[in-house]
């Protein structure tokens, strides 16, 4: 139980286009999910936490322009990189928490889209 | 606030031997404490948690850690490494309580090399 997947797992686009990464919560209900941001041979930095039919939390120095998030249902969010800039190239992993029980605070990872823009 | 150090950037082994990841966290509440290893392009996958209960902590494919709440430590150790251990590795402390937020603190990670 408790698998979030992400798609796509690898997109190549031009600068300047949009790209759009969707995660999902495959066997719960999610109203809490959050988007990280990893560099090669970096740990994980939170970008930003997306609250199910309510707006998006970002972390300091994350441009909420950008990086457009939205949590339309309990079980999809999904984060979209626009005018995407070689720069935005990462490893972009998403989260789910599982809420209640003794796991407090515990989340479950999708396996993560790469983002390579020319 | 929170924080994570994982005092090992590389850590190499031999097949066969221990293997010790350390970390040590700072929390203003009282702590949940995570070891995920992440294999090459893959995700994150949970070794194993501490949530109050037990100090002494068994994960999967043979890891445990244990909380040392005086030295405000969550070492990671296996007996005897294997090759597919081979990875990333990260610490990860979340406030336990709702009202103190819920966010993850990775640290930075430490690469594990298993010798043949």
């Known amino acids: 139980g408790a698998v979030v997947s992400q798609h796509p797992s690898r997109v190549i686009c031009k600068s300047g286009t949009s790209v759009k990464i969707e995660c999902r919560s495959l066997?719960?209900?999610?109203?809490?999910m959050f988007w990280y941001r990893q560099f090669p041979k970096q740990s994980l930095m939170l970008m930003a936490t997306?609250?199910?039919?309510?707006?998006?939390?970002?972390e300091q120095g994350v441009e909420k322009d950008k990086f457009l998030i939205n949590h339309a249902s309990l079980t999809l969010s999904t984060l979209t990189v626009t005018s995407a800039h070689p720069e935005d190239s990462s490893f972009y992993i998403c989260?789910?928490?599982?809420?209640?029980?003794?796991?407090?605070?515990?989340?479950?990872f999708g396996p993560g889209t790469r983002l390579t823009v020319l | 606030a929170q924080s994570v150090t994982q005092l090992d950037s590389h850590v190499s082994v031999s097949e066969g031997t221990p293997v010790l990841l350390r970390c040590n966290y700072s929390?203003?509440?009282?702590?949940?404490l995570f070891w995920y290893v992440q294999h090459p392009n893959k995700g994150l996958q949970l070794l194993l948690k501490y949530t109050s209960a037990a100090t002494l902590v068994k994960g999967i494919n043979g890891f445990e850690a244990e909380f040392k709440k005086s030295e405000t430590s969550f070492h990671l150790t296996k007996p005897s490494a294997h090759m597919s251990d081979a990875a990333e590795y990260f610490c990860v402390v979340s406030d336990r309580f709702k009202a103190a937020g819920n966010k993850l603190t990775f640290g930075g990670g430490t690469r594990v090399l298993v010798k043949p």
């Open positions: 997306s609250n199910e039919g309510s707006k998006a939390t970002y």
């Open positions: 989260s789910a928490r599982l809420q209640g029980g003794l796991s407090y605070n515990e989340q479950f």
């Open positions: 066997d719960f209900q999610a109203t809490t």
């Open positions: 929390s203003s509440y009282s702590p949940s």
